[in-house]
Antibody
Framework: EVQLVESGGGLVQRGGSLRLSCTAS????????MTWVRQAPGKGLEWVAS????????HYLDSVEGRFTISRDNAKNSLYLQMTSLTVEDTAIYYC?????????WGLGTLVTVSS | EIVLTQSPATLSLSPGERATLSCRAS??????LAWYQHRPGQPPRLVIY???NRASVTPARFSGSGSGTDFTLTISSLEPEDFAIYYC?????????FGGGTKVEIK
């Protein structure tokens, strides 16, 4: 069964930085687009960023463009999300998801809390 | 950016009843629409992709229809495990977007 395990979440102050990681297993990671999706407390799902198989084509939510960077290391079966200049509005569970179109499956998520 | 509007926000039904969920796109997206199920404490799960194709392990009681701007997810006879929040999502263009969700709750 495909496994996606996120890590790196935690409590950070407004303006701070955090790097999320996602480790993939039981599938050929380098063959797939990968995506980050988030869910703020009490809110719906929000697509954040997607990255192609080679790490060359990237797409971002407007509100994170310039602050977040999606990247991958295919040799380590890992996806990353470098987050800088964090705001309270970035507080959410961040999910790592396989695919870039209708992505699936999803990891369990990692919680990012930005304090003011 | 394509805006997806889901209705109703909440659907109160009993097990065994039929559920009909709607998703409307702000512009035509062909059939590039997916539906996700999100149960409390679990990650979301793909239910339907490309408007009408059931994902693997999606039961046959789930069906999707529509194209262009209007889409429907139908659950023919609700089982206890179907009570959840359902989101539509488009893959026609970047940025990918989700609808606001429809909560299917037990009446």
């Amino acid at each position: 069964e495909v496994q996606l395990v996120e890590s790196g979440g935690g409590l950070v102050q407004r303006g701070g930085s955090l790097r999320l990681s996602c480790t993939a297993s039981v599938f050929t990671f380098s063959n797939f687009w990968m995506t980050w999706v988030r869910q703020a407390p009490g809110k719906g799902l929000e697509w954040v960023a997607s990255l192609d198989q080679d790490g060359n084509e990237k797409h971002y939510l407007d509100s994170v463009e310039g602050r977040f960077t999606i990247s991958r290391d295919n040799a380590k079966n890992s996806l990353y999300l470098q987050m800088t200049s964090l705001t309270v509005e970035d507080t959410a569970i961040y999910y790592c998801v396989r695919g870039g179109g209708s992505p699936n499956p999803w990891g369990l998520g990692t919680l990012v809390t930005v304090s003011s | 950016e394509i805006v997806l509007t889901q209705s109703p926000a909440t659907l109160s039904l009993s097990p065994g009843e039929r559920a009909t969920l709607s998703c409307r796109a702000s512009q035509s997206i062909g059939n590039y629409l997916a539906w996700y199920q999100h149960r409390p404490g679990q990650p979301p799960r793909l239910v339907i992709y490309d408007a009408s194709n059931r994902a693997s392990v999606t039961p046959a009681r789930f069906s999707g229809s529509g194209s262009g701007t209007d889409f429907t997810l139908t659950i023919s006879s609700l089982e206890p495990e179907d009570f959840a929040i359902y989101y539509c999502q488009q893959r026609n263009s970047w940025p990918r977007t989700f609808g606001g969700g429809t909560k299917v709750e037990i009446k």
